[in-house]
């Protein structure tokens, strides 16, 4: 939770560099896990677009801290779409990794050791259907209830606590194939 929300939007409301960086700074990453679970690599230039789409519209929001957070899962979720009707319509490139890009980081080893954990989780989520995956993610990463999920995904509440049960009991499936050593699926 983001300490004294109201005072942060509305300064984010009126141009305030600070308060915009202390907005995005609590929910980017969250932003970014969820988009990177749907889009992969992409999912850095969809959060910028969905950043982008929210500082547009920041001047028109009302509500309380939850109601931010659905509000922007629910541009992100719109702009993953947005991508995903891109990538559809244009021809797949197949390139050779670029061997001299760099991670620009203060503690590379460290983060990477966080992404770790971080990236496993995301490759077991994105095991899932599609459905499932999307109302876990919007649960565990956004922080939403089930009526904000259901809302944002347009089915009832009922479809998504059952999607993200089933969801559960997948994952404990997948993390069971797990061997012992973490080093991959026994299936």
């Known amino acids: 939770m983001i300490d004294d929300f109201p005072a942060i939007l509305t ?16 929910l980017n990453h969250r932003v970014v896990r969820f ?10 230039d969809i959060a910028a677009e969905t950043w982008l789409s929210v500082a547009r519209k920041l001047h028109t929001f009302s509500g309380g801290e939850i109601e931010f957070r659905a509000w922007l899962f ?11 009707r891109r990538q559809q319509r244009r021809p797949t490139l197949v390139g050779l990794p670029n061997e001299f890009e760099s ?3 203060d503690d590379p080893a460290a ?3 966080e992404s770790l954990d971080t990236e496993a989780a995301l490759a077991v989520v994105a095991r899932l259907p599609g459905d499932q995956a999307e109302v876990i993610l919007l649960r ?12 944002l995904i347009g ?5 998504v606590r059952m999607l993200q049960l089933r969801g ?11 061997e012992p050593d973490g080093q991959g699926v026994t299936r």
């Open 168 to 178: 559960l009991r997948r994952l404990r499936e997948l993390l069971a194939m797990v």
């Open 103 to 105: 991670i620009a980081a």
């Open 11 to 26: 300064a984010s409301q009126t141009g305030d560099d600070r308060a915009i960086a202390v907005l995005w700074g609590e």
């Open 111 to 113: 983060e990477a050791i």
């Open 74 to 84: 629910t541009v992100a979720r719109r702009r993953l779409i947005d991508w995903q």
């Open 140 to 151: 565990v990463l956004a922080g939403l209830d089930v009526a904000r999920v259901a809302a």
């Open 35 to 44: 988009l990177r679970s749907r889009a992969g690599d992409a999912a850095e």
């Open 155 to 159: 089915k009832r509440s009922g479809t």
